[in-house]
């Protein structure tokens, strides 16, 4: 399932926030949700953790978005920042700057401002992807960021829900993602996807499948089945199995 970027507002002038909103929508991106407080943020992380955070510096409350942004990196630390700030003076700008945002927008600002802003944190996003030198010109790619997986297809990068992902199948040093929505073929080793895939998802059932816990339909003595389809289970792993799906 293809979806647009999240973005969670944290901007204590409603009235700003409403509109940056707006502008966020009309841009064709999802704002998760709008917030006044650092306090607030960290709440809201629990259930819905968005792909890129606005946060003015200045919020009223004990914690101001710089300490409102340590605090969301500790437990989320691919948070990509991006600060607002009416304040732009040195001091600010130092504490700011150790968290390591992607970009900085000053009061009064721009639509443009924004919107170049947020694409240009987008574009940094799909960048990170780690992929060797020699393979700097493959076809596919993979980054997973979230709850969701940016996927290089054809020309450009897809956004993946990992809960559409079904399993995951080896095919020499290429893996071929079965999601509800469709196939993605990607130049990457199941050993490589198996370490960026987050655990809480996601189990290496055999040496040429992973499978997503959430998708088995039935569980036998030597196989799964997710969407009507058998998928070896290796000798072993079924006790693994059992006590993994017993934690999700």
Known sequence: MIQPVQILIVEDEMIIAANISLQLTEMGYEVSGVVPRG????????????????????????????????????FYPNLAIIYLTANADEAHFNRAKTTNPYAFISKPFKKLDLQRSIELTVNQLKCNIATPAHKAKTENATFVLKECLFIRHQDSMVKVDIKAIRYIEAERNYCRIYSTEREYLLVTTLKDMDKKLPEKHFFRIHRSYIINLSRIDEIAGTHVVIAKKAIPMAKGMRPELLKRLQTI
């Open 39 to 74: 306090e607030d943020a960290l709440n809201h992380l629990k259930d819905n953790v968005p792909d890129i955070v606005l946060v003015d510096i200045q919020l009223k409350g004990k914690l101001d978005g710089i300490e409102t942004t340590r605090k969301m990196q500790e």
